[in-house]
């Protein structure tokens, strides 16, 4: 059988979109359905649980990211190392970030 393509809009110079038939209906037509009072409803609930969704999921998600930075991760090694130096007696910093002891240096000239 042969396959009846549809026409494309305007074909017919009388025939409108479905479009501009629902926004002369209703003005405020938001897309969601002919009915006025549908409409209206649909965008309504749409629109709360759309934002509803994007702030509980974004709250959700920023709470749950991993820590950016490595900050958390830094203050806790800092505490590890102090409670470490104050353990075994030694100052919290010194001047020399390696070992002096186990540097191998070029011989003087």
Same mark, same amino acid.
């Given at each position: 059988?042969?396959?009846? $393509?549809?026409?494309?809009?305007g074909a017919d110079p009388h025939e409108e979109e479905p479009?501009?038939?629902?926004?002369?209906?209703?003005?405020?037509?938001?897309?969601?359905?002919?009915?006025?009072?549908?409409? $209206? $409803?649909?965008? *309504?609930?749409?629109?709360?649980?759309?934002?509803?969704?994007?702030?509980?999921?974004?709250?959700v998600f920023l709470h749950y990211i991993p820590d950016y =930075?490595?900050?958390?991760?830094?203050?806790? !090694?800092? !505490?590890?190392?102090? *409670? !470490?130096? !104050?353990?075994? =007696? $030694?100052?919290?910093?010194?001047?020399?970030?390696?070992?002096?002891?186990?540097?191998?240096?070029?011989?003087?000239?």
């Amino acid at each position: 059988g042969a396959v009846a $393509l549809p026409r494309p809009l305007g074909a017919d110079p009388h025939e409108e979109e479905p479009m501009a038939v629902a926004q002369r209906k209703n003005p405020d037509y938001h897309g969601f359905s002919a009915d006025p009072d549908a409409d $209206l $409803l649909n965008m *309504r609930a749409v629109f709360l649980c759309g934002i509803s969704i994007a702030i509980v999921l974004g709250s959700v998600f920023l709470h749950y990211i991993p820590d950016y =930075g490595l900050t958390q991760w830094a203050r806790r !090694e800092a !505490e590890i190392q102090v *409670r !470490e130096r !104050e353990r075994l =007696g $030694l100052p919290l910093l010194t001047s020399n970030y390696y070992d002096p002891a186990r540097l191998t240096l070029p011989p003087p000239q």
